[in-house]
């Protein structure tokens, strides 16, 4: 068997148009003009709008002015909120990068260059509506207003740590804010979130659910359990796959990508896809908002695919330059959400000046919520949590096995 | 012979086979180009094209499903899942199809696939990058489970693996990818240059499966073992100043048990320790064996050293972690009472 296998095949194998060394390139990209495409009514069907999911939905211009039908309505103050959260976000991010690189915690992930995709959707979600999050979605936490402190002292696996020291840096959640728990496990949220919408239609709620995946995680069955249920019983879910390009090292086009779009996957369930401009705040709250209008008045699920970069490492853990051109974000053809936005505040009279006071003010609270934090410990210094606790919660009350077992660890430092 | 750590010791097991074997495929998550997030393929896609080492969509089932595909078709895939505890989506394919294809077709259909994994802690990976979920696996017939503790053993019985034409599950202990540990986080990290079992040969050799090793012959108490922890028992019978028999299983499905009864019989006492939790893990397999076939020559209660009971927690690493301390205190209790 296998006698004439070469090390080449007629299998196609997708690769990058660049890797280290080479020119970055985007052609591959699909680039619609800002304004150029239409906004349908919420109830319309998937089969009808199927440019929507192979063009790109895209609202700010070059010169920053917000053109065409996806416009949306926003006052200068909500967009200078918009701002505040981007900024806060990138801030929050390039505060722990450094408190990783000084060992102050174990682990960490940015999302630089995503951070319109959490800020303008929960933004544009209700505060009573679920919201399930990857764990590159950090902006959704620091929209709906969760102290930074509590952020901290999570990855900082000390006293007050909302998890009491049993995940790794960034695996928030907040059941008073709904937004769900991260699972290191990829995808798991894209059901769960289909599932608790589908709960709040059987009881009667309004709140929608919404739930973010990257794109190299739409392989997983979970991305197909989710767009069947979501399809099947028609539930008020935003199904969003943010396509930052990257997986690791690996590219979109091994998760499918090469060929149609991530959005174009929801037409094949019945279920309308979008494809939005990522990093254009504009285009992604308004996308949102349209999707969120559906759920909400019983249109049925939407997914969203937002397209962006991963401008940063995939984790403390990874070294980007291994597998793509150091210069590649640089190219990155929809640039940077915050600066995109910058220039059109610019046109409502928003100076530098302006933007630099917004600037040094998060980087202030950022300051002072990390010396916050540091008062409740370090993974190794400081108050800690009692070990003990290590025992609670695997059950709702814990089991006489558990606590023999605790008693056993105890008794060894006798 | 050269001085290898575990990652290039299962590197070297690739290389020889993708070489020697053209129907050998390499298959995984960030395992080409990049060469693997703990670099164990690295190279071996430039040596041998992307057709043959090849990155796979981020979907376990799907990994494990194609590669049964490809390995009826007459292929030997070997696949990576990037952490054990990434394994559950394809654990149907695992369970119903690969380990069961064989006896279900009396033998008509046959899968040779090898399905390579880092597991366990000590690494701050929190519940999702520490598991240990070998017994999930000892507990389905048809596949056989393989946890080596250094380089040598690693790339024999990796070899073994991909020639053998039945599916394997080869658990890595990637705590021990870099150097040996000795229990103690914060002793210094040591590398693997100075560990005997660090001389590997260049080129061919396979281990074979159900065979365990004597790692430190002794009279009084058996000390069962595999993975990370046959480093650690090496501490915790130093520690406890006890002359253990520590015996590293290697492979738990085939498992030697002639080595563990002979070696119970005469030390006349057994502790077990591995770092899954306790409770219907590997260890009370081993408990129950040494039971059956040594009754009469036990001299103490059979006692297991294991994680505890709970998810892998983040902040409690070391107090989770089967450490040397709590090995030596079971040693101690088998040999003095409690
Ligand atoms: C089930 C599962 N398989 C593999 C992994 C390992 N892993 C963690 S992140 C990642 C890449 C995910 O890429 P993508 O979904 O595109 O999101 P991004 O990191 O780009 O935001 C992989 C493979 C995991 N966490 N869970």
């Given at each position: 068997?296998?006698?004439?296998?070469?090390?080449?095949?007629?299998?196609?194998?997708?690769?990058?148009?660049?890797?280290?060394?080479?020119?970055?390139?985007?052609?591959?990209l699909?680039?619609?003009?800002?304004?150029?495409?239409?906004?349908?009514?919420?109830?319309v069907?998937?089969?009808?709008?199927?440019?929507?999911?192979?063009?790109?939905?895209?609202?700010?211009?070059?010169?920053?002015?917000a053109?065409?039908?996806?416009a949306?309505?926003?006052?200068?103050?909500?967009?200078?909120?918009?701002?505040?959260?981007?900024?806060?976000?990138?801030?929050?991010?390039t505060h722990?990068?450094?408190?990783?690189?000084?060992?102050?915690?174990?682990?960490?992930?940015?999302?630089?260059?995503?951070?319109?995709?959490?800020?303008?959707?929960?933004?544009?979600?209700?505060?009573?509506?679920?919201?399930?999050?990857?764990?590159?979605?950090?902006?959704?936490?620091?929209?709906?207003?969760?102290?930074?402190?509590?952020?901290?002292?999570?990855?900082?696996?000390?006293?007050?740590?909302?998890?009491?020291?049993?995940q790794?840096p960034?695996?928030?959640?907040?059941?008073?804010?709904?937004?769900f728990?991260?699972?290191?496990?990829?995808?798991?949220q894209?059901?769960?979130?289909?599932?608790?919408?589908?709960?709040?239609?059987?009881?009667?709620?309004?709140?929608?659910?919404?739930a973010?995946?990257?794109?190299?995680?739409?392989?997983?069955?979970?991305?197909?359990?989710?767009?069947?249920?979501?399809?099947?019983?028609?539930?008020?879910?935003?199904?969003?796959?943010?396509?930052?390009?990257?997986?690791?090292?690996?590219?979109?086009?091994?998760?499918?990508?090469?060929?149609?779009s991530?959005?174009?996957?929801?037409?094949?369930?019945?279920?309308?896809?979008?494809?939005?401009?990522?990093?254009?705040?504009l285009?992604?709250?308004?996308?949102?908002?349209?999707?969120?209008?559906?759920?909400?008045?019983?249109?049925?699920?939407t997914?969203?695919?937002?397209?962006?970069?991963?401008?940063?490492?995939?984790?403390?853990?990874?070294?980007?330059?291994?597998?793509?051109?150091?210069?590649?974000?640089?190219?990155?053809?929809?640039?940077?959400?915050?600066?995109?936005?910058?220039?059109?505040?610019?046109?409502?009279?928003?100076s530098?000046a302006?933007?630099?006071?917004?600037?040094?003010?998060v980087?202030?609270q950022?300051?002072?919520?990390?010396?916050?934090?540091?008062?409740?410990?370090?993974?190794?210094?400081?108050?800690?949590?009692?070990?003990?606790?290590?025992?609670?919660?695997?059950?709702k009350?814990?089991?006489?096995?558990?606590?023999?077992?605790?008693?056993?660890?105890?008794?060894?430092?006798? | 012979?050269?001085?290898?750590?575990?990652?290039?010791a299962?590197?070297?097991?690739?290389?020889?086979?993708?070489?020697?074997?053209?129907?050998?495929?390499?298959f995984?998550?960030?395992?080409?180009?990049?060469?693997?997030v703990?670099?164990?393929?690295?190279?071996?896609?430039?040596?041998?094209?992307?057709?043959?080492?090849?990155?796979?969509?981020?979907?376990?089932?799907?990994?494990?499903?194609?590669?049964?595909?490809?390995?009826?078709?007459?292929?030997?895939?070997?696949?990576?899942?990037?952490?054990?505890?990434?394994?559950?989506p394809?654990?149907?394919?695992?369970?119903?199809?690969?380990?069961?294809?064989?006896?279900?077709?009396?033998?008509?259909?046959?899968?040779?696939?090898t399905?390579?994994?880092?597991?366990?802690?000590?690494?701050?990976?929190?519940?999702?990058?520490?598991?240990?979920?070998?017994?999930?696996?000892t507990?389905?017939?048809?596949?056989?489970?393989i946890?080596?503790?250094?380089?040598?053993?690693?790339?024999?019985?990796?070899?073994?693996?991909?020639?053998?034409?039945?599916?394997?599950?080869?658990?890595?202990?990637?705590?021990?990818?870099?150097?040996?540990?000795?229990?103690?986080?914060?002793?210094?990290?040591?590398?693997?240059?100075?560990?005997?079992?660090?001389?590997?040969?260049?080129?061919?050799?396979?281990?074979?499966?159900g065979?365990?090793?004597?790692?430190?012959?002794?009279?009084?108490?058996?000390?069962?073992?595999?993975?990370?922890?046959?480093?650690?028992?090496?501490?915790?019978?130093?520690?406890?100043?006890?002359?253990?028999?520590?015996?590293?299983?290697?492979?738990?499905?085939?498992?030697?048990?002639?080595?563990?009864?002979?070696?119970?019989?005469?030390?006349?006492?057994?502790?077990?320790?591995?770092?899954?939790t306790?409770?219907?893990?590997?260890?009370?397999?081993?408990?129950?064996?040494?039971?059956?076939?040594?009754?009469?020559h036990?001299?103490?209660?059979?006692?297991?050293?294991?994680?505890?009971?709970?998810?892998?927690?983040?902040?409690?690493?070391?107090?989770?972690?089967?450490?040397?301390?709590?090995?030596?205190?079971?040693l101690?209790?088998?040999?003095?009472?409690?």
């Amino acid at each position: 068997m296998a006698t004439n296998m070469t090390n080449k095949s007629r299998l196609h194998i997708p690769a990058p148009p660049a890797r280290p060394g080479e020119a970055p390139n985007f052609d591959y990209l699909e680039i619609t003009p800002p304004g150029a495409l239409d906004r349908p009514p919420t109830d319309v069907k998937a089969r009808d709008i199927e440019h929507l999911n192979q063009g790109m939905i895209r609202v700010l211009d070059d010169e920053g002015h917000a053109v065409g039908p996806w416009a949306p309505q926003l006052e200068l103050a909500d967009l200078q909120v918009a701002m505040r959260h981007m900024l806060l976000t990138r801030a929050f991010d390039t505060h722990m990068l450094r408190m990783h690189r000084q060992a102050k915690i174990t682990f960490y992930m940015q999302c630089t260059g995503e951070e319109a995709v959490a800020v303008a959707s929960a933004m544009a979600l209700s505060p009573g509506d679920m919201l399930f999050p990857s764990y590159r979605t950090q902006g959704l936490h620091i929209t709906r207003g969760r102290n930074l402190v509590d952020l901290m002292c999570q990855c900082l696996s000390n006293s007050k740590d909302m998890c009491k020291g049993r995940q790794m840096p960034i695996m928030y959640h907040w059941a008073r804010g709904n937004i769900f728990s991260i699972s290191g496990n990829l995808t798991t949220q894209f059901p769960q979130a289909v599932g608790w919408a589908m709960g709040a239609a059987i009881k009667g709620d309004d709140d929608i659910a919404a739930a973010w995946i990257g794109e190299g995680s739409s392989a997983e069955a979970d991305f197909h359990h989710a767009l069947t249920f979501a399809s099947v019983y028609r539930a008020p879910v935003v199904l969003n796959v943010v396509n930052n390009q990257w997986a690791i090292s690996t590219f979109q086009g091994v998760a499918g990508g090469e060929r149609r779009s991530f959005a174009a996957r929801g037409p094949g369930y019945g279920v309308p896809g979008i494809r939005v401009d990522g990093n254009d705040f504009l285009a992604v709250y308004a996308a949102q908002q349209w999707a969120a209008h559906r759920a909400r008045h019983s249109h049925g699920p939407t997914l969203v695919e937002l397209v962006t970069y991963r401008a940063a490492a995939h984790s403390t853990s990874d070294d980007p330059t291994r597998y793509r051109p150091e210069d590649e974000g640089a190219a990155w053809p929809l640039g940077d959400p915050i600066e995109r936005l910058r220039q059109h505040l610019g046109h409502a009279g928003w100076s530098d000046a302006d933007q630099a006071t917004m600037q040094s003010d998060v980087e202030a609270q950022v300051t002072e919520s990390w010396e916050a934090a540091l008062r409740y410990g370090t993974l190794s210094s400081g108050p800690q949590l009692d070990r003990n606790e290590m025992f609670e919660d695997v059950f709702k009350d814990i089991p006489d096995a558990l606590i023999k077992q605790r008693n056993q660890l105890l008794e060894l430092d006798d | 012979m050269a001085r290898l750590n575990m990652v290039q010791a299962l590197n070297s097991a690739m290389d020889v086979m993708l070489e020697r074997d053209q129907s050998v495929i390499v298959f995984g998550q960030d395992i080409g180009y990049f060469g693997g997030v703990f670099r164990c393929t690295d190279g071996l896609q430039r040596k041998y094209g992307a057709h043959r080492v090849v990155d796979a969509p981020i979907a376990e089932g799907g990994i494990v499903g194609t590669s049964i595909g490809m390995a009826v078709n007459g292929l030997r895939p070997v696949a990576e899942i990037q952490f054990a505890d990434y394994i559950y989506p394809g654990f149907d394919q695992i369970v119903s199809e690969l380990a069961k294809l064989r006896y279900r077709t009396a033998g008509d259909f046959f899968a040779p696939v090898t399905i390579r994994t880092p597991c366990g802690g000590g690494i701050r990976g929190g519940q999702t990058h520490s598991q240990s979920p070998e017994g999930l696996f000892t507990h389905v017939n048809g596949i056989k489970v393989i946890m080596p503790s250094n380089p040598y053993d690693a790339k024999g019985l990796l070899i073994n693996a991909i020639e053998d034409d039945d599916p394997v599950i080869f658990f890595e202990p990637k705590r021990i990818y870099n150097g040996p540990f000795s229990g103690y986080p914060d002793a210094p990290a040591q590398a693997w240059n100075t560990h005997p079992k660090s001389e590997v040969p260049e080129g061919y050799y396979t281990l074979p499966f159900g065979r365990a090793e004597i790692v430190r012959p002794g009279a009084d108490v058996t000390l069962l073992c595999y993975g990370t922890m046959v480093h650690v028992a090496e501490s915790a019978a130093t520690l406890a100043e006890v002359d253990a028999e520590i015996i590293d299983l290697r492979s738990l499905v085939p498992l030697d048990t002639d080595t563990i009864i002979e070696s119970v019989k005469k030390t006349g006492r057994c502790v077990i320790t591995h770092e899954a939790t306790k409770f219907g893990g590997f260890g009370a397999e081993l408990a129950a064996i040494v039971q059956e076939q040594c009754f009469y020559h036990l001299e103490a209660p059979v006692l297991r050293v294991a994680g505890w009971d709970t998810p892998y927690p983040h902040a409690f690493e070391w107090d989770y972690f089967p450490g040397p301390k709590r090995v030596a205190a079971a040693l101690q209790e088998v040999l003095e009472g409690p």
